[in-house]
Each structure stands twice: as structure tokens, then as C-alpha cells.
């Protein structure tokens, strides 16, 4: 028998139905390209475009900008249904979830005219790009510069570690508009990746999510126009990204505890059928009391989980909470996975099952969207 997971209280028909869209195309799209993926370190770009036909791109963003119109709610059920399916390499979740919303809440009306259609379509893949080789978490102190030169910001600089930096067509970068004034000088501006000057280095070879290309991005001497500048004046980006850090944060926990679920179901079902001494793995009693202790966690945080969702779709969740349900469910789901990675033996050490592609995969929840100890940071400042 499987995970008994409680229907989430936000859930609707209307969401049941997309579920069962996103099921379809996970399984068809997704799943049996995962070992190209991991090889080439990459998802073919036509994915892009095919998820856009069947409408799973910009799911949250308003009809009137080519999107579906839908709430974060939309977002999550497919994000849950990539992570269940085992999949790591598309890079929707920066794509609808992260970069889509910043073009919404602060391009110029022209600039949501001319790209969030074309995010909705997959003609444009985007992504964002904070962190540089010699900074992780301390936003406020990049190197990348934008000057403005008349109608135009001219940039300087090199980021890393960015999801669909290959195949972006926009990335959002945070950049430095004044150098002297910390936080205050932060700003981000909108490239298009066709701009002469901008440039992509290295497709990272990481310990897991392999297929995801992770690039490095590089500006030199990029010319873009002003109105690229998200947000009505200079020195906001820092702003800006605390504003959209709780979402974020959220999509981190809603994979984090989907992925924990079909852990849980691997090796439910794996221990079932695999035999030692005689009788089924599961009939042990320390598989049992694993597998015990590893439901109640997920039962656990997906409770915690339903709940902050709730509060973002009532636009309530505030940086504490975001920053509490992803410390929560990335520490949970590490160990989740590793328990049940050890149920399996030596076959869970094998990159055939999916089971250990996870274990390497979840790895980085701890770290990106905000470490765990910066996330115990900023719960503390509220204490």
C-alpha cells in the first residue's frame, strides 16, 4: 500500500484535473529522458515549447499577459508532480515561479507585453541571476556593475550557478547601480541573452541535478536599454528580492516535501518485494519503525506545508514563515531520503535507482534559495 497522503485543504477540481495534466506530461516528457539529460547537462529546448502548448508555463501570470491566470496553487501541483515523477532537470520552477513574477510585479507594462507571452508560450526561458563566484549568500555585496550611459545600462560582471543559464533567452540580474551604498545600490535589470557582450561559460558538473543546466553567465560591456530596469527607480533590487525570496522559499518546501512522499513510496514498495533471510525487507522490525518515523515526517510537513500555502494564496506569508517551512522541510527531507536510501542497501548506492538520484539531488535544498543557517538567521531576528 502506498503513502496515505491527506488531500491538501487548498485543493480543488479544477486543480485535480491540472494535477492529472501535469502527471501525463511528467511522465510522458519528463521521465524517459532523464539519463540524456544527465548526460548532456541539459533538457532539450523543445520541452519548453511543448509544455507551452499544453498550457503548464506561466501558470500564475494574468490571462492578459498570455498566461493561465491561475494562483500559486497551480504552481505547486506542478511542481509536485515533476518532483513525484523523479525528475530534477527542467527548470520550470525559475521559469513560472521566480522569474516570470519579477517581470510581472516590476517591468514597465511594454517590457510584460513583449516577454510574458512568450514565457507562457516557451519561446522564452528565463532565469535569474544573483550569485557571483566570490559571493553566496551576501546579496548586497556583488561585483557586477551597471552604469547608466544615456538610454542605457552598460554591464560588467560575472555570475554563477544559475538554473537554465544555457538556455535562457532573459535573465534578471542583480546588478550594482551604486557601489558605495550597499543594499541601497543593489538593482535589477532585465537581458536579453542576445544582447552583444553577454556571454555563457561552463555548464556546472554538480554532485546531483544533473540534468539542470547550471551555467555560469558572463557581461561584458552589455548595453541594455533603461526600461529594463525593473522597478520605477534605481536601488530597489534589493527590495525586490526580499519581496519574492518568501515565494521562492515556498517552491523550495513544496518540492522538498513531494520528493520526501515519493521517497517514501519507493521504498515502501521496495522493501515489500526485496527479500533477506527468508522473508520481505519490510517485515523487519527496523524497516517498519524507519518507515514509521519517516510517514509522520512527511505527514508532518506536508501539514505545515498546506498550511503557508494557504497563507501566501491569502498574500500572509510573511519572511519568517517562508523562511521556517523551508528550513523545515529541506532539513526533513535530507533525512527522509537518507533513511530510506539505507533500506535499500547496497542497490540504493546505484544510480539506476531512483532512490539514490534523489539522494544526491535533494542535497542542494539545504543550501540554494538561502542555507539553513541563513534561514535560521532570519527566524532569529524575529524571536
Not at 228 to 247: S, T
Not at 344 to 356: C, K, L, R, V, W
Amino acid at each position: 500500500m502506498p503513502l496515505q497522503i491527506q488531500k491538501s485543504s487548498w485543493s480543488t477540481t479544477e486543480l485535480e484535473d491540472l494535477r492529472d495534466l501535469a502527471r501525463t506530461f511528467c511522465q510522458k516528457e519528463l521521465v524517459p529522458n532523464q539519463e540524456r539529460w544527465a548526460a548532456e547537462k541539459k533538457v532539450d529546448r523543445e520541452l519548453w515549447t511543448k509544455a507551452g502548448d499544453v498550457g503548464l508555463l506561466a501558470l500564475s501570470i494574468p490571462e492578459e499577459y498570455g498566461g493561465g491566470g491561475g494562483t500559486f496553487a497551480h504552481e505547486a501541483v506542478l511542481y509536485e508532480e515533476q518532483a513525484r515523477s523523479g525528475d530534477s532537470a527542467w527548470g520550470v520552477t525559475v521559469h513560472n515561479g521566480i522569474v516570470a513574477h519579477y517581470i510581472l510585479e516590476y517591468a514597465g507594462e511594454e517590457q510584460k507585453k513583449a516577454w510574458l507571452p512568450k514565457f507562457a508560450s516557451g519561446e522564452m526561458v528565463g532565469a535569474v541571476a544573483m550569485t557571483e563566484p566570490g559571493t553566496g549568500s551576501d546579496l548586497q555585496n556583488i561585483k557586477t556593475r551597471a552604469v547608466r550611459d544615456g538610454d542605457h545600462y552598460v554591464i560588467n560582471g560575472a555570475k554563477t550557478f544559475i538554473t537554465n543559464g544555457f538556455h535562457a533567452d532573459l535573465v534578471v540580474v542583480a546588478v550594482k547601480t551604486d557601489p558605495d551604498a550597499g543594499a541601497q545600490g543593489v538593482s535589477l535589470i532585465a537581458v536579453e541573452t542576445d544582447t552583444p557582450g553577454f556571454s555563457r561559460g561552463r555548464v556546472l558538473d554538480k554532485i546531483g541535478l544533473k540534468g539542470q543546466d547550471t551555467a555560469e553567465l558572463n557581461f561584458d560591456d552589455v548595453r541594455v536599454p533603461a526600461a529594463n530596469l525593473l522597478g520605477e527607480q534605481e536601488g530597489l533590487g534589493f527590495i525586490q528580492l526580499m519581496q519574492q525570496l518568501p515565494q521562492e522559499r515556498l517552491i523550495i518546501a513544496v518540492t522538498a516535501v513531494a520528493g520526501m512522499e515519493a521517497a517514501i513510496d519507493q521504498t515502501i514498495a521496495y522493501t515489500k518485494d526485496r527479500q533477506a533471510f527468508g522473508r520481505p525487507i519490510y517485515n523487519f522490525q527496523n524497516t517498519k519503525f524507519t518507515l514509521a518515523e519517516a510517514a509522520t515526517e512527511a505527514a508532518v510537513s506536508r501539514a505545515f506545508l498546506d498550511q503557508c500555502i494557504e497563507r501566501h494564496l491569502r498574500k500572509e506569508l510573511d519572511v519568517q514563515g517562508a523562511a521556517m517551512a523551508k528550513l523545515w522541510t529541506t532539513e526533513r527531507v535530507n533525512k527522509v531520503v537518507d533513511d530510506c536510501l539505507q533500506l535499500f542497501g547496497g542497490y540504493g548506492y546505484m544510480t539506476e535507482y531512483p532512490i539514490a538520484r534523489a539522494w544526491a539531488d535533494i542535497r542542494i535544498s539545504r543550501i540554494f534559495g538561502g542555507t539553513s543557517e541563513i534561514m535560521k538567521e532570519i527566524i532569529s531576528r524575529t524571536l
